[in-house]
């Protein structure tokens, strides 16, 4: 069975940094892409970033670019988005998603990330 | 960016009736692979969003038939043969050919 564990998220001040977790099993995890998924609160559906399987490439949103890095370690089979500089706007429930037989077919419970003072 | 533009943007169902969502994106999803890549997505109250279709009209691992996706090039629907009291929430369509990937901003469907 598909799993997906965020961890990392919390309250942070404008302009702070963050760095969530994403630890994965139930699949081969470094023969598939992966992806990072927020949701604001009563909003919908925003996409943040998708990282190759190598870990190689990775691509981001303009709203995220340039703030955010998506990493990930094939041989712990977990990911990590380095969130800094953030902003009201980037308070949300963020996602955790693979990409086995689809793209953005499994889904984490996610965590949740609020910019605040 | 593609925009994902989803018509209705609420629906109000009875039981066993079926209803219909459209999703229009504004350039062709059609990639150069042959492939066209639409998803749809149903977010119950409460719960995390679970894939329903990929590539337009392939059901994933578990959806119920009365799931069915169809549509080609910039215009896709989702159907539901006989709604069900379970099937309320959001619906999202969504496309993944082109970078950024991009959501619809969801019809919600509740139950008469």
């Known amino acids: 069975e598909v799993q997906l564990l965020e961890s990392g998220g919390g309250l942070v001040q404008p302009g702070g940094s963050l760095r969530l977790s994403c630890a994965a099993s139930?699949?081969?995890?470094?023969?598939?892409?992966m992806s990072w998924v927020r949701q604001a609160p009563g909003k919908g559906l925003e996409w943040v970033s998708s990282?190759?399987?190598?870990?190689?490439?990775?691509f981001y949103a303009d709203s995220v670019k340039g703030r955010f890095t998506f990493s990930r370690d094939n041989s712990k089979n977990t990911l990590d988005l380095q969130m800094n500089s953030l902003r009201g706007e980037d308070t949300a429930l963020y996602y955790c998603?693979?990409?086995?037989?689809?793209?953005?077919?499994?889904w984490g419970q996610g965590t949740l990330v609020t910019v605040s003072s | 960016d593609i925009v994902m533009t989803q018509t209705p943007l609420s629906l109000s169902v009875t039981p066993g009736q079926p209803a219909s969502i459209s999703c229009t994106s504004s350039?062709?999803?059609?990639?150069?692979?042959?492939?066209?890549?639409l998803s749809w997505y149903l977010q119950k109250p409460g719960q995390t969003p679970q894939l329903l279709i990929y590539?337009?009209?392939n059901r994933f691992s578990g959806v119920p038939d009365r799931f069915s996706g169809s549509g080609s090039g910039t215009d896709f629907t989702l159907k539901i043969s006989r709604v069900e009291a379970e099937d309320v929430g959001v619906y999202y369509c969504m496309q993944t050919t082109q970078l950024p990937r991009t959501f619809g901003p969801g019809t919600r469907v509740d139950i008469k």
């Open positions: 350039q062709s999803l059609l990639k150069s692979n042959g492939r066209t890549y």
């Open positions: 139930g699949f081969t995890f470094s023969s598939y892409d």
């Open positions: 990282i190759s399987a190598s870990g190689r490439s990775a």
């Open positions: 998603v693979s990409h086995i037989t689809a793209v953005l077919d499994h």
């Open positions: 590539e337009v009209s």
